[in-house]
């Protein structure tokens, strides 16, 4: 049986509600995935309450559903988790999102490290802003999840509000040469349900000296991610992969 179609919607919804939908969901419904009437789909509403919706008429570029009965979904990971990433050339970027929304991220910030060898533009935000959402939304629909992650853009790690943050951490490439692992697996086995999280990725080139010098003012600390040293598009995977661990496996 195929897995059943996952959406999220801007307004409310309640069982016996019939909604149509259009845009960007109704071309998915016809287009893509090909649906018919009696077929069913998840949505998940603007208040995060998931339901299951049958399909009762299709019309043109439009889908009329019926909400039938409540959806169980996977659940979101108990902390809430926030990756600040130096920006990089290529697709990194977009991977990063893409993945990290799988693995139950809250929150991805792009910065403009010192290190950046692509830096985003003051003028292409807006434009990068749209399509990065876009990705973190279809990624958040893939795995079944109840909230899209957040993305911001940002041109300096100084822009940031670090106090509602119990744990903070970064990603420091020479704490890996010297083998030092405590602070990762001592941060994340002191989290508690509903605490928040955040670490910091450079770029390609790494974290300079100054915003190392920043961010341990702030009261971050610094993290190997095993004894190896990983690509930027890795490292936040590797963060996420053992936090799910922590949290929901051990």
């Known amino acids: 049986m195929a897995e059943m179609q996952h959406y999220f919607i801007e307004k409310t919804a309640s069982i016996n509600d019939q909604i149509i939908l259009d845009g ?18 998840e ?52 991977f990063i999102i893409q993945k990290a929304t799988e693995m139950g991220v809250q929150h991805i910030i792009f910065f403009n490290a010192d290190y950046s060898i692509s830096r985003i533009k003051s003028d292409k935000i807006d434009k990068k802003l749209s399509r990065y959402q876009k990705i973190a939304q279809q990624a958040a629909e893939q795995s079944r999840r109840e909230n ?23 990603a420091y490439e020479e704490a890996a040469k010297q083998h030092e692992h405590s602070a990762l697996r001592e941060a994340l086995t ?14 390609e080139g790494g974290i300079s ?15 190997a991610l095993g ?21 929901e496996m051990s």
Not at 26 to 41: F, G, N, P, T
Not at 209 to 223: C, D, H, R, T, Y
């Open 24 to 41: 960007e969901i109704a071309h998915r419904i016809v287009k893509v995935r090909r649906s018919q009437v009696s077929d069913e789909i």
């Open 43 to 94: 949505l998940v509403d603007a208040e995060h309450n998931a339901y299951v919706a049958v399909i009762m008429a299709l019309k043109g570029n439009e889908v009329l559903v019926k909400v039938v009965r409540e959806a169980v979904l996977n659940p979101e990971l108990p902390v809430s988790s926030t990756i600040v990433v130096g920006t990089s050339k290529g697709d990194k970027n977009e």
């Open 148 to 170: 899209i992650p957040t993305v911001r853009l940002i041109d300096k790690l100084s822009e940031l509000s670090f106090t509602d943050y119990d744990t903070r951490l970064i």
């Open 190 to 203: 002191a989290l508690r349900p509903s605490q928040r999280i955040i670490m910091v990725f450079g770029p």
């Open 209 to 223: 000296p100054l915003e190392i010098g920043f961010l341990e003012s702030k009261q971050f600390k610094a993290a």
């Open 227 to 247: 004894n190896r040293i990983l690509r930027v598009e890795t490292a936040p995977l590797y963060f996420l992969s053992a936090l799910s661990y922590q949290l």
